[in-house]
T-cell receptor
Framework: EAGVAQSPRYKIIEKRQSVAFWCNPI?????LYWYQQILGQGPKLLIQ????????DSQLPKDRFSAERLKGVDSTLKIQPAKLEDSAVYLC?????????????FGPGTRLTVL | GQSLEQPSEVTAVEGAIVQINCTYQ??????LSWYQQHDGGAPTFLSY????GLEETGRFSSFLSRSDSYGYLLLQELQMKDSASYFC??????????FGPGTRLSVLP
């Protein structure tokens, strides 16, 4: 069974530029999460999808971040414009269903550096 | 609000036993999960507790006390490969998750 795929693995941009990350979850997984992990901290949930609907985006900075999950499969997270404090690893995870005990499977992440 | 607390660092020697504690304050608590993350890697699931008590999976065990808002991860027969960061995560209202700040475990030879 293939795992969660993410691309690109690394991205370096200058502040005020735009960037997009892509995630393909495990086949059949209904729930998809985007996390931001700043070095030395725990993952912070940005947005959670159930199929193609948003379950929680309370911590997504909506003035600059956007995400979509068309057709309930893969997803894209965009930052426009980027700030220095956006430098972090962006992790995508998926789970079979939505539930507190359902295992989340994480992708390798995209390491973003904003200069 | 919601918050989770973990020790920032723990050091132990190979073959020893180590306990990583997690205390939490959150509404709508459903359960406590534990994830392991090696440097440069992705978090991987270790265990989940929804009810009070101890869950054992091989060398790893996890405990939860809902009345004390407290849980711990117990690692036995430590190996060098166990050197990693360990995160507790609270599942709330059956859906969204909050991760703790993480505990960096160093296993010495």
């Amino acid at each position: 069974e293939a795992g969660v795929a993410q691309s690109p693995r690394y991205k370096i941009i200058e502040k005020r530029q735009s960037v997009a990350f892509w995630c393909n979850p495990i086949s059949g997984h209904a729930t998809l999460y985007w996390y931001q992990q700043i070095l030395g901290q725990g993952p912070k949930l940005l947005i959670q999808f159930q199929n193609n609907g948003v379950v929680d985006d309370s911590q997504l900075p909506k003035d600059r971040f956007s995400a979509e999950r068309l057709k309930g499969v893969d997803s894209t997270l965009k930052i426009q414009p980027a700030k220095l404090e956006d430098s972090a690893v962006y992790l995508c995870a998926s789970s079979l269903v939505v539930g507190a005990g359902d295992t989340q499977y994480f992708g390798p992440g995209t390491r973003l550096t904003v200069l | 609000g919601q918050s989770l607390e973990q020790p920032s660092e723990v050091t132990a020697v190979e073959g020893a036993i180590v306990q990583i504690n997690c205390t939490y304050q959150t509404s709508g608590f459903y359960g406590l999960s534990w994830y392991q993350q090696h440097d440069g890697g992705a978090p991987t699931f270790l265990s989940y507790n929804a009810l009070d008590g101890l869950e054992e999976t091989g060398r790893f065990s996890s405990f939860l006390s809902r009345s004390d808002s407290y849980g711990y991860l117990l690692l036995q027969e430590l190996q060098m490969k166990d050197s990693a960061s360990y995160f507790c995560a609270v599942g709330r209202d059956g859906q969204n998750f909050v991760f703790g700040p993480g505990t960096r475990l160093s296993v010495l030879p």
